[in-house]
């Protein structure tokens, strides 16, 4: 018995050992497969791996940026990803910590991988939080995925966004590694990376976001689709408060502080970032084109084309924003109430041709109706479709559900159900203007407004259409016979009927002009004949001159667009740009030299490297005497004439037109404003340039068409339709002191001038400066 007992106690010792040993064999067996693992992944066994070159520089669609004169973001180039990446420093440390305390509280301690949380992970199966440092959630994003549902391949996934955590801890500081985290990341809605999220949630940049507002963006980290704002804010709220919780939690905050910041609303200024939306639309499209020009003669070092929609370029612009807001804001504010009176005047009651004048025939209206149903996108797509011209028209006369500009409703949108045609002539009903904003002595472009509302109305009217420019044209006359005469502004010629005769300058009948008035007696100053728009000696100066010398000058001073050599372009014939018209007048006040109008300064990759910066284009045009008495010439037009009312108050209380449409009157401008109004036939179109000593700016006011304007000047002509947007956009800048907008003299030459431009001496009578205020501008655009 003793020694079966014996037997008995050496058996168990060498089974314990043999368990041992198999615990081992297996452990050691996991642990070199877990490796093995490691190892194939790493080398590309198990699917393709980002290379060292990849690590070092991670590939992402980077949107371009277009960036304002005083450094702010106007716009961006994108097709898919809004992303613009910012630099560590760039991040608020409350963001930072938000992020830390919520996401991977141990970030500063592991090198990609944390241990603790991966066993915790593995050991509760995930109910007590995931495993997933910061730096496995950005390989994640930039090389493995989404992962899978299927289990081995997501072991996989899981197994190679180890290997490249680790491999990014090495490559790149923890900083770098956070500020690309927070680069990568979609926050939907647009916004994606931190800058595009906080410009678009918030309006700011990330480094003006507060604690509440950072901690809201890092609590979309968990779904932002889920957790989107815009459709749950409920849920993002409690979210937010989570992550506040957490920075609590971990010392960051104090309770105190916490309890506070829970409280707060989400706090959204929500500012979509599209290529509809956004301040300066219609500059940016113009800027697009200069772009593709600029792509095709610049390529990169290995010969591919850059591409402005995926390489992150920074296109740094003249465009300044303040003074780009201002003028969107008086574009809107005065066309809201010019367009408030152009329905009132033009009801069904009123005008059965509405939008369209009373005296337009049936057969004009229908062609310009058919030609606006063939340049519509639907017909395009339809006809691309091969659908027939009958089942096209027919298309035009369906009813469908759409969206239309209205300024009465949220956003200048009101959803409706009306027919494609029906939706034609509704938009042709609203008046459409421009405004462009320049910097004469450099030639730099500060404000572009090329329509009412990009979203509806594409058709950009600061460069890409012309329009009959009217009486604004009148300067270059008088400059050209200035030049060439040596004449003073005092000088005065007779207001009698005139007539250029058959023959002369290739006329087929002779061309005599009328003034509108019909007033023809006395004698008239220069000053007081441009002031006032009379045709008469405008007439008789274009005869002196001759149009081949006016239209020289006029090419000279930066018109591209055609001018016929004939005596009645004196009286704004041509169709030119309002763009063209401010390169020119600005060489008047930049002491006769022609700089052509610029727009961008430079462009850089997105490493910083400079990859192109302008140099100005510049001519001398006129002498310093001459361009100067222009100028003296059309301050006139402010102080005696059409451009009066900038100067006067009180006439709203016997003119009611003040009231209806004279937006932010009285204006009761005390500085020199040198300016020429212009008003088309038939009011069609009306125009405003005006001139301080270091900004020129000019709008322009009409319908889409021709056949579409008011019935009556007192309310068509360009001191009433154009004259107000300059009008208000200048009492916004001079209000805006960081701006320096001058408010003094037109700097006069050095030298002694031989003209005389002190009209002291000149009668009222002669100068009319003496008129009523208010007494409508003369039709002035065409010999009629």
């Known amino acids: ?212 507002e950072s901690a809201m963006l890092v609590g979309m980290f968990k ?23 957490q920075m609590y939690k971990y010392e960051y905050i104090d309770e105190k502080v916490k309890d506070s910041l829970q409280k707060l609303p989400l706090g959204l200024d929500y500012n979509p970032e599209s290529h509809n939306e956004g301040s300066g639309t219609y500059f940016r499209e113009h800027l697009k084109g200069f772009l593709k020009k600029w792509v095709k003669e610049n390529p990169k070092e290995n010969g591919e084309k850059y591409n402005i929609y995926l390489d992150g370029l920074k296109i740094y612009t003249t465009i300044d924003s303040r003074m780009q807001k201002y003028a969107e804001e008086a574009v809107e504010s005065h066309m809201k109430n010019l367009q408030a009176e152009f329905y009132h005047q033009n009801t069904k009651k009123r005008n059965k041709n509405a939008p369209f004048a009373l005296d337009v025939e049936k057969g004009v209206i229908d062609y310009v109706m058919n030609k606006a149903i063939e340049n519509s996108e639907r017909w395009k797509i339809m006809k691309k479709e091969g659908k027939s011209e009958k089942e096209i028209l027919a298309s035009f006369d369906k009813k469908t559900r759409m969206t239309l500009f209205s300024w009465k409703h949220k956003n200048n949108r009101v959803d409706t159900i009306m027919t494609p045609r029906d939706s034609i002539l509704y938009s042709k009903f609203f008046l459409r203007a421009s405004f462009m904003s320049i910097e004469p002595q450099s030639g730099q472009v500060k404000a572009w407004v090329g329509g009412i509302n990009y979203r509806n109305f594409k058709y950009d009217m600061v460069k890409q259409g012309a ?65 006032n728009s009379v045709n008469t000696v405008t007439a008789r100066l274009m005869d002196k001159v001759g149009p081949v010398n006016v239209r020289s000058l006029a090419q000279r001073l930066g018109v591209e667009s055609e001018m016929p050599e004939v005596p009645s372009i004196a009286l704004g014939t041509p169709d030119i740009t309002l763009y063209e018209m401010l390169g020119a007048y600005g060489t008047f006040v930049n002491k006769g030299v022609y700089v052509k109008p610029v727009t961008v300064t430079r462009i850089e990759d997105k490493n910083g490297t400079i990859l192109y910066e302008f140099v100005p284009e510049t001519k001398d045009v006129l002498s310093e005497e001459v361009a100067y008495t222009v100028v003296n010439l059309m301050e006139g037009v402010t102080q005696s004439g059409s451009g009066r009312r900038l100067r006067h108050k009180g006439a709203n209380k016997w003119n009611k037109l003040y009231d209806e449409i004279m937006t932010g009157y009285p204006y009761e401008f005390k500085n020199p404003i040198a300016g020429k109004t212009g008003t088309t036939q038939n009011n069609s179109d009306g125009w405003f340039i005006g001139m301080v000593p270091n900004l020129i700016s000019g709008a322009w006011v009409g319908g889409e068409d021709r056949q579409i304007h008011f019935a009556r000047t007192k309310y068509g002509q360009g001191a009433s339709m154009a004259l107000p947007i300059w009008a208000v956009f200048m009492k916004k800048c001079y209000a805006d002191k960081s701006l320096s907008i001058s408010d003094g003299k037109f700097p006069k030459p050095e030298e002694e001038m031989t003209i005389n431009v002190d009209c002291s001496k000149t009668s009222k009578k002669d100068d009319d400066s003496g008129k009523d205020p208010d007494e409508e501008e003369k039709l002035d655009g065409i010999d009629f």
């Open 1 to 212: 018995m003793a020694k079966k007992q014996v037997k008995k106690k050496q058996e168990k010792p060498t089974s314990f050992k043999k368990y041992i040993k198999w615990f081992w064999m297996v452990f050691g067996g996991g642990i070199a497969s877990i490796l093995l693992l490691f190892l194939l992944a790493s080398w590309g066994a198990l699917g393709e791996m980002p290379s060292f070159e990849f690590l070092e520089n991670p590939q992402t669609n980077l949107a371009s940026q277009v960036i304002s004169a005083d450094g702010k973001t106007l716009g961006k180039y994108y097709l898919n990803d809004n992303r613009t990446p910012v630099d560590y420093k760039e991040l608020p440390k409350d963001l930072v910590n938000a992020l830390i305390a919520t996401e991977d509280v141990r970030f500063h301690d592991h090198s990609g991988i944390d241990v603790r949380g991966t066993v915790r992970a593995f050991a509760f199966l995930g109910s007590k939080g995931g495993a997933s440092t910061i730096s496995q959630q950005l390989a994640r994003q930039l090389f493995v995925g989404e992962g899978s549902k299927n289990l081995p391949e997501r072991l996989i996934q899981k197994i190679k966004e180890w290997v490249i955590a680790t491999r990014l801890e090495r490559q790149y500081t923890k900083e770098e590694i956070v500020a690309m985290y927070f680069n990568i990341y979609d926050y939907g809605n647009n916004a994606d990376g931190i800058r595009s999220a906080a410009r678009i949630y918030f309006g700011k940049e990330p480094q003006e976001l507060k604690m509440e």
């Open 223 to 245: 779904n932002s689709s889920l957790y989107n704002p815009r459709r749950n804010p409920e849920g993002v709220k409690n979210r937010r408060n989570v992550v506040l919780a």
């Open 467 to 531: 329009r009959q420019i009217g009486s604004t044209f009148k300067p270059f006359v008088y400059a050209t016979a200035i030049d060439q005469l040596h004449l003073s502004p005092c000088d005065s010629m007779p207001n009698g009927p005139f007539c250029i005769e058959e023959g002369k300058y290739g006329l087929l009948e002779s061309w005599c002009p009328k003034n509108s008035d019909g007033k023809y007696e006395g004698m008239r100053t220069l000053k007081g004949a441009l002031a």
